[in-house]
């Protein structure tokens, strides 16, 4: 009577150093890589292409906002580099880069 019952609890232990499928533990963190790339990478790369897109289109009499707060009328536009007049007859040149937003034509007059 003892045979049978010491097999069945020889068959319930698996066996030392005994793992399951080495792919569910990749799984995981390439799970985790894709949703990092979709919650931080992908809006970040479409932020950028928005940023050249608005760059580029920038144009003589835009009124534009720069990182530093700064806000103006474009006055010249080179390769790199950007003139915008803050005030009359006070110009700074800017890298186009540091274009931080375009706004509406007319908000400068109304403040």
């Known amino acids: 009577m003892n045979l049978p019952m010491s097999f069945v ?9 005994q793992q399951g ?4 533990g990749l799984a995981l963190p390439i799970l ?7 919650v931080m990478i992908r809006p970040q790369m479409k932020r950028q292409k928005e940023h050249r897109a608005m760059i580029s289109a920038l144009a003589k009499g835009d009124e534009v906002v720069t990182n530093g707060g ?6 010249d536009i ?3 580099f950007v003139t915008v007049e803050i005030a009359p007859n006070v110009k700074i040149k800017l890298q186009k880069g540091a274009v931080q937003q375009v706004l509406p034509k007319g ?4 403040s």
């Open 21 to 24: 499928n080495p792919l569910m």
């Open 70 to 75: 700064i806000a103006g009328r474009v006055d």
């Open 32 to 38: 985790l890589l894709v949703v990092m790339f979709f």
């Open 78 to 80: 080179g390769e790199s």
């Open 9 to 17: 609890l020889a068959q319930a232990a698996p066996a030392a150093g």
């Open 107 to 110: 908000t400068l007059k109304s």
